[in-house]
């Protein structure tokens, strides 16, 4: 499954797609380069489409892009005729969109407002009197000011992506060889050349620069990869793999009671009581609340008459 499109043989998007399609991208999201890919097999196919890219990483979109997509669809609705024209609304949201894009331009942010107009053009052409819009395209297209500024976006993705790329190879190299067995306390030596928690500061003080947001798409990419890749490992009891990819998970993600609760789980299972009992521990001060959770869930059966657990769910029953 990919982040727009399922990926694979025959299931990428067609010329004779039967929809329109709306799709958001945080900037500092790992799925930004791939969202960026489809938006251009898009444009390719000449398919009725809109990547909206807002500021923020693996997240929801802010309400505003979700306005922004609902008005945008009953746009394409009005000029396909499926949908009374709303003149009112029509105006309202283009004048909206035009205020918008002429302010992006003030600011200095060419290519963004390059895109703005061209979208204008796209979205009310038959609908609303786009001569402004169009002269404003005009006016922009082809300038050095504008090839510069599109060049120099394309040359900083390049640059961030780059740096992606060589953390996650130094993940693999890191973590590869581990996989055919070893201890915690060797994948823990592994995950510390990683400098995890260095890149989630860096991410986090620094989160506009280059380096802020490759760091950013690195933590993300690789916490849900291993999150979901240690789920599918407890479905087949591999307790081996799911270890070593929750032990990456918490790296990415130290404050996530989840994590260190299904860490837990895994050490329990192989009676590993003390790094079981250490990973509850962080889960609860982190904010697992659950008791009912943890005291029936079978994977804690050797734990349950221990003193440490009992007070663990006294612990809980006082929350």
């Not at 002429?102 to 979205?123: K, M, P, S, V, Y």
């Amino acid at each position: 499954m990919g982040a727009g499109f399922p990926l694979g043989a025959g299931q990428g998007p067609s010329s004779n797609l039967p929809f329109i399609y709306y799709g958001t991208a945080g900037v500092r999201d790992f799925n930004y380069p791939e969202m960026m890919r489809l938006n251009s097999t898009l444009n390719g196919l000449n398919i009725i489409h809109r990547v909206e890219v807002f500021d923020g990483g693996h997240d929801w979109a802010p309400p505003a892009s979700f306005a922004g997509a609902i008005e945008w669809m009953e746009l394409h609705a009005m000029k396909a005729g499926s949908r009374e024209k709303d003149e009112t609304r029509i105006t309202e949201w283009f004048d909206r969109r035009l205020e918008n894009a002429q302010q992006i331009e003030a600011t200095g942010n060419l290519a963004e407002a390059f895109q703005r107009f061209q979208w204008l053009d796209a979205d009310f052409e038959g609908l609303h009197d786009v001569v402004e819009v169009k002269a404003q395209i005009a006016r922009l297209e082809g300038t050095k000011e504008l090839k510069k500024a599109l060049k120099r976006e394309s040359r900083r993705q390049e640059r961030i992506q780059a740096m992606v790329d060589a953390a996650n190879g130094d993940l693999s190299q890191a973590i590869g060889p581990l996989r055919e067995g070893a201890s915690s306390s060797q994948i823990g030596e592994a995950l510390d050349s990683l400098r995890f928690s260095d890149r989630l500061k860096l991410a986090k003080a620094h989160r506009d620069s280059d380096e802020g947001i490759a760091a950013e798409r690195f933590v993300r990419g690789a916490l849900i990869h291993a999150y979901e890749d240690a789920g599918e490992a407890l479905a087949r009891n591999d307790y081996a793999t799911a270890r070593l990819d929750l032990m990456v998970a918490a790296e990415c993600a130290p404050e996530s009671p989840q994590v260190h609760y299904m860490l837990a789980r895994v050490y329990a299972v192989n009676r590993a009581n003390k790094n079981a009992l250490a990973e509850l521990r962080a889960a609860i001060e982190k904010g697992f609340t659950d008791r009912e959770e943890l005291e029936k869930n079978p994977d804690f059966i050797a734990l349950r008459p221990t003193p440490e657990f009992a007070s663990l769910l006294d612990q809980l029953g006082k929350r």
